[in-house]
Structure formats: structure tokens, C-alpha cells
């Protein structure tokens, strides 16, 4: 049986182990337990997963997670943070498989498992990239629930044409199908953030786009075009293509428009683009 973590438990917790969080590492503790169980429930998970969760701080989602799956790799940069996350598990979910890994998560290239699933509350100012990295790095996965800041929520599920589609919406768009899966409150965490959160959960494609060499290629092409979001592709890929009559002649090769816009095309359209500098 596994106990979730309650508000009074947590702040004593981290007096306990000398924790306060920090703007720096985006830690914002969930003190709600019917919120964790939202957020479990929202990533959908079988039970049979083995889950990768990134920056677990106190343990308040791994336990949410251990009521439903029997195996959670955690990642864990702060050494205080993993030795209260170790504590938590040891008493409120015996008999669970965990795996903690400490280490900054954009540098991790190696579990102790392969992860099925990524379910994390992810630091605001790293949330993007991490999520990125680790969908690279382990194929594995094949399906996610991730909280982030409601704007970068909102970036990573929009869809070409959006006002807010950009780089993280493509690039995502590569790995999963992603949607918005529900806003979280401010006043579930402590300490209160002073932004919106919202859940994006996503699902692996049944087919990879491309190989890594493609991956590569489209990626560079999304920021560039990105980079210069108010210029035309033929103008914004100049500098990829070698001058602004090259970027013309891929785009008509790759049959874009030379005067569409970045945020107008899909991560369909960005491959063609660099399948077409390929040949």
C-alpha cells in the first residue's frame, strides 16, 4: 500500500533534510494529493510501465506513480533532493521498484532501465530541452505526461498556423502526437509559482519519421526558420542553403512555397525540406 505525501508532511520534509527550493532548479512542490492522482490518471498509464520521472524533488508524484506502476527511474540533480526522495520511497512505498539516478538530466545518456513512460513535473526553465533530450536518448519511451508552465504547454501541443507554434511544437511533433491534457492551479504547489502550469500529454509515433541523420538535418531547419520568424523561408533559410536563391531553389525542389513562413508548416513540410537538401 503506498501513502501519498500531504502539505504538513512535505514542508517537514524539507526542514528535515534542509531543502528550500529554489527558483534557479523551477522547484515547486505539488502539496495536493487529488492533484497528483489528476496528473497520474492524465498520463494514462497500463501499470505495467517502467516510468522515468525527471526532478521528483520530495517524492509527491512518484508515490502517485507507485499506485499505479511498480517501477520508477528518478532523476535527480540536487543531492539533498535525493536523499529525501530515497527516505520517502524507503517508508511510504516498500516493496516498489525504484531506481534513483543523480544527475543533471540534460546530460543523462544512460538508465538503469529502458523507460517506457515519462511522467515529470518539469522545472520551467529547462523543460523544453529536457523533454527533447530524453526522447532522443531513449527511444524507448512511448508515451508521456509532462507539467510545465502553461505558455510552453500551450507551445509544445499547437499545431501549424497557431499564433503560438514554433520551434518546441515541431520538434516534439517529430518524436509523439502531443495535446493539451489539463491545467493545474497555483495554489497546489509550494511554494506558489508566480505562472499558470498545464499537463501536455503525448504519444510516440508507431513510426519514427526518420533516422538520425534526417532528425538532424530537420531540426537545424526548424531553427533557422524559427530564428527569423518574421521573415519568408527564403529569406530565413539563406543562411542553411548558402544564399537566399539556394533556399529557393530547395524550397521549390521540396515544393514549399519560398514565400511561406516557419509557423505555416507542419514537421511534414520540414522534412521534405531536408530531404530535398539531401539529394
Known amino acids: 500500500m503506498v501513502e501519498l505525501l500531504g502539505a504538513a508532511e512535505i514542508r517537514a520534509m524539507a526542514s528535515d533534510f534542509g531543502v528550500v527550493p529554489t527558483k534557479k532548479l523551477g522547484q515547486n512542490f505539488v502539496i495536493d494529493p487529488n492533484t497528483i492522482r489528476r496528473i497520474v490518471t492524465a498520463a494514462k498509464l497500463t501499470g505495467k510501465e517502467t516510468v522515468v520521472e525527471i526532478g521528483p524533488g520530495l517524492g509527491s508524484l512518484t508515490l502517485g506513480l507507485f499506485e499505479v506502476v511498480d517501477t520508477v527511474i528518478a532523476v535527480e540533480v540536487d543531492n539533498k533532493m535525493a536523499q529525501a526522495i530515497e527516505a520517502t520511497v524507503k517508508r511510504k512505498a ?154 529557393e531553389e530547395l524550397l521549390t525542389k521540396a515544393g514549399i512555397a519560398v514565400t511561406a513562413r516557419g509557423e505555416e508548416l507542419s514537421v511534414y513540410d520540414f522534412m521534405k525540406i531536408a530531404q530535398a537538401s539531401q539529394q
Do not use: C
Request: no cysteine; proline share 6%; charged share 20%.
Open 94 to 247: 516498500e516493496g516498489k521498484n525504484f531506481y534513483l539516478v543523480q544527475a543533471d538530466a540534460l546530460k543523462v545518456t544512460d538508465l538503469p532501465a529502458l523507460p517506457d513512460a515519462l511522467v515529470a513535473n518539469l522545472p520551467y526553465n529547462i523543460s523544453v530541452p529536457v523533454l527533447l533530450h530524453f526522447l532522443e536518448m531513449f527511444p524507448s519511451i512511448q508515451s508521456g505526461l509532462v507539467m510545465v508552465q502553461a505558455e510552453v504547454a500551450h507551445r509544445l501541443a499547437a499545431t501549424s498556423g497557431s499564433k503560438v507554434y514554433g520551434s518546441p511544437s515541431v520538434k516534439l511533433a517529430w518524436y509523439a502526437e502531443a495535446n493539451l491534457a489539463g491545467n493545474i492551479g497555483r495554489n497546489v504547489f509550494w511554494p506558489a509559482p508566480n505562472v499558470d502550469s498545464a499537463l501536455v500529454y503525448f504519444q510516440k509515433r508507431t513510426q519514427p519519421l526518420g533516422d538520425e541523420g534526417l532528425r538532424e538535418k530537420t531540426f537545424k531547419i526548424i531553427d533557422e526558420a524559427f530564428g527569423q520568424r518574421r521573415k519568408t523561408l527564403r529569406q530565413a533559410l539563406a543562411g542553411f542553403a548558402g544564399s537566399p536563391a539556394a533556399a
